[in-house]
C-alpha cells in the first residue's frame, strides 16, 4: 500500500508540475480521506488513495481546452486521464475502473453506491470548506 501511495503521488507531481496549489489540494483531500477510510469497514485503501490523489485530474485539460474549469469538466476531462496515468504504474485494472468512475462522479449526484466516492465527496468537501475558509468567504 505504502509503494502504491508513493507510486501515485509521483504521478500526482509528475502531472501537475509545479501547480502546488492542486498538489496540496490533493494532498489535504488524501489526508482526510485515509482518516475517513480508518472508520469505515470495508473499504479499498488503493481506491480511496488513488481517487483523493487524483480526483482533480481533469481540471488541467479542461482549463487547456475551455480556459476554465467546472465541476463537469473536471468530471468529463478526468477518468481519461486517471486511466493512462495508473495504466503507466500497472495498478489492477479492475480498481482502475473503480476509480475512474468515482472520479468521473465526485462532484454530481450519486451515480455509484461505493463507500469510497462517499469518502472522497465527504474529504473533499472538508478541504473546500476549509480553503474557502481561508480566503474569506
Not at 479492475?94 to 450519486?110: F, L, M, Q
Request: aromatic letters at 6%; one cysteine or more.
Amino acid at each position: 500500500m505504502k509503494d502504491c501511495k508513493g507510486k501515485i503521488a509521483k504521478l500526482l507531481t509528475d502531472y501537475f508540475d509545479q501547480d502546488y496549489r492542486r498538489m496540496t489540494h490533493a494532498l489535504e483531500v488524501l489526508k482526510h480521506s485515509e482518516r475517513l477510510a480508518e472508520q469505515t469497514d470495508p473499504c479499498d485503501h488503493e481506491v480511496v488513495v488513488a481517487s483523493a490523489l487524483l480526483h482533480d485530474v481533469g481540471i488541467k485539460k479542461s482549463e487547456e481546452l475551455l480556459g476554465y474549469d467546472d465541476h463537469k469538466a473536471q468530471e468529463e476531462y478526468g477518468p481519461s486521464i486517471a486511466e493512462k496515468l495508473l495504466g503507466s504504474i500497472g495498478f489492477p485494472h479492475e480498481k482502475t475502473r473503480k476509480v475512474c468512475e468515482i472520479i468521473g462522479n465526485h462532484h454530481s449526484r450519486s451515480r455509484y453506491d461505493y463507500v469510497e466516492l462517499k469518502i472522497l465527496k465527504e474529504a473533499d468537501r472538508i478541504v473546500n470548506s476549509a480553503e474557502k475558509d481561508r480566503k474569506g468567504g
